[in-house]
């Protein structure tokens, strides 16, 4: 009898793929209810329900990532890096997380001219905004910050909070490299800064690669996840 040979990895993305949708789903569902009683429950009982949205979302953002470096690794993602509006794709992901944001009182400001264009993969881009979003919702207190702006011929990409920032030791051993591990205690998988800091790198022009980097101050005083285009 004939067998067909199906990889883990080819397996592992297509169970991912499946549990994406069945996050998706859930995801709104729990967002329209957190809608309908909102104002009407207990203000504890809400925002718990506001927690179990974000961690979803979390969940949700995390699997899109797997199959996006499934597909990186499987040379069969269709990189695109043609011209886009900054000021759009920061809107869309702002659009995204807009309802979560709103149920937990987080204001985002964004700092970006509105002819401001550059070159780049816009799903990619756009992943790693709402990456570094979900990072920052975690520790903000109330207010997140987008920025962007073209620097000695870099497109620098800003996502800052109000929170405690980064602590020294991810600094010290520049945090997305020192997050590669699997840290037991916090449930960290460094998959975020990961999944970041390739998308960086598959960005090039004339010998330059894009960079992430992590830092601590900017507008708010809290952490600050700074990625450069070239």
């Not at 920052?136 to 497109?155: E, P």
Request: proline share 1%; with cysteine.
């Amino acid at each position: 009898m004939y067998t067909e040979d199906i990889s883990f990895a080819d397996l592992m993305a297509s169970s991912i793929h499946d549990m994406k949708n069945s996050v998706n789903i859930q995801v709104n569902e729990l967002e329209s209810i957190a809608t309908q009683i909102k104002g009407k429950v207990d203000v504890s009982a809400f925002q718990s329900l506001v927690s179990v949205i974000a961690q979803a979302h979390r969940v949700d953002a995390n699997l899109i990532q797997l199959l996006s470096l499934y597909k990186l690794g499987k040379s069969i993602y269709p990189l695109d890096i043609t011209e886009h509006s900054v000021a759009e794709v920061i809107a869309e992901a702002v659009l995204q997380k807009s309802s979560v944001l709103a149920f937990k009182g987080i204001s985002v400001e964004v700092d970006c001219a509105e002819d401001c264009c550059w070159y780049f993969d816009r799903d990619l881009v756009t992943g790693m905004l709402l990456n570094a979003m979900n990072n920052a919702y975690n520790y903000t207190q109330d207010k997140i910050r987008i920025a962007a702006s073209i620097d000695a011929g870099l497109l620098t990409l800003r996502v800052e909070d109000n929170g405690r920032g980064y602590p020294a030791h991810m600094l010290l051993g520049q945090g997305v490299d020192a997050n590669k591990g699997v840290n037991f205690s916090s449930g960290s998988t460094g998959l975020g800064f990961y999944f970041s800091s390739q998308v960086a790198k598959l960005h090039q022009n004339e010998g330059q690669c894009g960079s992430l980097t992590i830092e601590n101050g900017g507008a708010y005083g809290g952490g600050c996840f700074v990625v450069r285009l070239p």
